[in-house]
């Protein structure tokens, strides 16, 4: 497999789980800006959306968005534990986390980054910010008493709010209100799989 990465954006969360899967693979490095890959090529050629993360398959043809491509990854390595058996309650939970971390945290948290002060106007930002704080606090009280979010597994689920998470300080975000969020970032931080995808984008 080959997976488009930007260091630090949304595709670390398939980058963590690939390595937390223990599957071969590649990373190439995308500029999303120009839309160009490492060696000049055209990315917008790989995949038409123009965003990471990017799956390329053994078999030929990719897989985009993220919450799709870590339940595909995970699948791959099914005793991994990284995702519950297809069909079960448990797996429904899991997606059910994937898809309010992707629609109330991960687009939640981008209208303050620095990058769009100038178009976002501050009401909206103040609203943002408000917005983003009462769904932390919901993720804040999913982790009270577990050590990941579905328990006491990694799942791909703690893969992708870890990434989220991880994008605090760069908007000034504090999440100190929220410590069984801190408590569950530095768990996460602290995996090895984890240390080594970042040294990996860090070095890319």
């Known amino acids: ?10 595709s670390l969360s398939p980058h963590i789980v690939l390595r937390e899967a223990g599957l071969p693979f590649d990373l190439v490095k995308v500029d999303l800006v120009t839309k ?22 053994d078999e030929g043809g990719i897989l985009t968005e993220g919450p799709v491509i870590v339940q595909y990854i995970a699948d791959k390595a099914p005793d991994s534990g990284l995702v519950p058996p297809a069909g ?19 687009k ?43 328990g006491d597994r990694f799942t791909v689920a703690d893969a992708y709010a870890f990434v989220v998470l991880s994008w605090a300080p760069r908007i ?3 999440l100190s209100p929220w410590p069984n969020l801190v408590a569950f970032a530095e768990r996460v931080a602290a995996r090895p799989a984890v240390q080594a995808a970042i040294a990996a984008e860090a070095q890319g």
């Open 108 to 150: 939640g948290i981008f209208p303050l980054f620095p990058m769009l002060k100038d178009v976002v106007s501050d009401t909206h930002r103040q609203f943002a910010a408000k917005r983003l704080s009462d769904k932390l606090a919901v993720l804040d009280q999913q982790l009270d008493g577990k050590s990941y979010l579905t």
């Open 172 to 174: 000034g975000f504090d």
């Open 36 to 57: 160009t890959l490492a060696d000049g090529g055209d990315f917008l050629a790989v995949n038409p959306k123009g965003q990471v993360p990017t799956l390329g398959l």
């Open 88 to 106: 079960s309650v448990e797996r429904y939970r899991v997606q059910e986390l994937l898809n309010f971390i992707g629609t109330e945290l991960h």
């Open 1 to 10: 497999m080959k997976l488009y990465y930007k260091p630090g954006a949304c």
